[in-house]
């Protein structure tokens, strides 16, 4: 009890502090702002067999001894698919207003366009988004969270393949005609930038295609197929969107967007040469992507470069990309530095030196920001101010919202409840970043909402379960879940500006 008392009043005064510094509160956004959390199908669910769904591409990767860090899987992972009700209740408890999960393509369609739709899988995700409804948290909904049925892959190479825009078409058409009354958020991809760059560049992730000196794949082209790819995801992304504006969106009236992974860069130097690098960072990662999107031709940085290595859009795929994207997601963790290797040498076989850019985390020895548990991850605030910025500038000031913010703390998968739940680090690391949203928004940029990455400690891909990024820790023997400081903290957030006087006396309800 005394314990529990202290730890109250030490993180009442540390709100405090924070407060008096940096002055964020609720009420600087507007009422209708989206708060929430954000998660993925194949790193929460578990339930890999159940409910007749088929196996994933992850499912199939993670299997294969040595591919992940801790040599671990998604099979069981926080068990959400047997757990919802229950993470809907932290949720509730949180006071959030939003909820941002992804669809197991797998649990919808196990053999894509090839076989039925599953009722057991249609009925899980009623299920989950009902019980959201009933607690006042909106759905936002992602529809690829990197997981597809291992059937596309194995029958025609998935996203190297033209025909995967059909069958995206088709699962978008499903999911929509299933959910879209009750889903006002739709994502048709996250991060797929992430996906053709580690798939098919570096060949981290499956299907594990790459060529030298990028990576030691069995095969693949990494000048060439991540570009294939790339192209086949935007135009699958335009199928499903066209599909939901002309028959459902009038109906539902939802909207509908993208989410990508965009980090910023700072000059490594004070050079128009590190300048420009910059840019041609920005455009390979993100306007690779949103370029295409907004206006229908992949980025000029790119084109001067890859010139007829980048695939063109013929005037059917144009037609289809001219429905207009309701917003862009922004996925955003971390800055880097650029610098310019147009001229001199580029490090062989890193993802920067398609820009002829080289991406560093230091200048003279020093990082761009306090380290974190994830190697390229640093805490940069600003950064999200920035990307935020850019993001406005270049797509005339659409609309935005942050789809993924969080940092992570290193682990084991037994590490025990105590080590982690202090996370202070977490704490400062979201005040900072909120906070340099706001100076966005006082600027104009139209952000719609914030979700916090993630709900609960979960599998984090390449390294399993030794990065905990959730405001619960989840105990992977028992599934038992406990807030953490954080979880606290974005609590008394959303509960507004008077709390910090409310704290102090009614300590014991924290
Ligand atoms: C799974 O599919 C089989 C065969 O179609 C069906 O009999 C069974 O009821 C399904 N299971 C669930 C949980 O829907
Ligand atoms: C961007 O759009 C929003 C919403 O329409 C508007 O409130 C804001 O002033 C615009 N910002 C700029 C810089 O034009």
Known sequence: MEKKKSSGLAFALFLQLLCSVAGLDRSQFPSSFLFGTSTSSYQIEGAYLEGNKSLSNWDVFTHVPGHIEDSSDGDIADDHYHLYMEDIELMHHLGVNSYRFSISWSRILPRGRFGKVNSAGIA?????????????????????????????????????????????????DVCFRAFGKKVKYWSTFNEPNVVATKGFMTGEYPPQHCSKPFGDCLSGDSNIEPYIAAHNIILAHATAVEIYKKKYQAKQGGSIGIVISSSWFE???????????????LAFETAWFLDPIVFGEYPPEMRQILGLRLPTFSSEDRRKLQYKLDFIGINHYTSHYAKDCMFSPCEEGSTGSTAFVISTSERNGIPIGTPTSMPSNYVV?????????????????????????????????????????????????????????TRAMRQGADVRGYFIWSLLDNFEWLYGYTQRFGLYHVNFETQERTPKLSAKWFKEFLEGPEVIERMNIDLESL
């Open 267 to 281: 000059p490594l130097r004070d050079i128009p040469a590190d300048r420009l690098a910059v840019q041609r960072a």
């Open 124 to 172: 899980f995700y009623n299920r989950l988004i009902d019980a959201l409804l009933l607690k006042g948290m909106q759905p936002f909904v992602t529809l690829n969270h990197y997981d597809i049925p291992q059937e596309l892959e194995d029958r025609y190479g998935a996203w190297l393949n033209p025909q995967i825009q059909k069958d995206f078409g088709h699962y978008a």
């Open 381 to 437: 605030p600003e950064g999200m101010e920035k990307i935020v910025m850019y993001t406005m500038q270049r797509y005339n000031n659409i609309t935005m919202v942050v789809t993924e913010n969080g940092c992570a703390q290193g682990s084991t998968r037994n590490d025990p409840t105590t080590n982690m739940l202090n996370d202070k680090d977490r704490v400062e690391f979201l005040h900072s970043y909120l906070t340099a949203l």
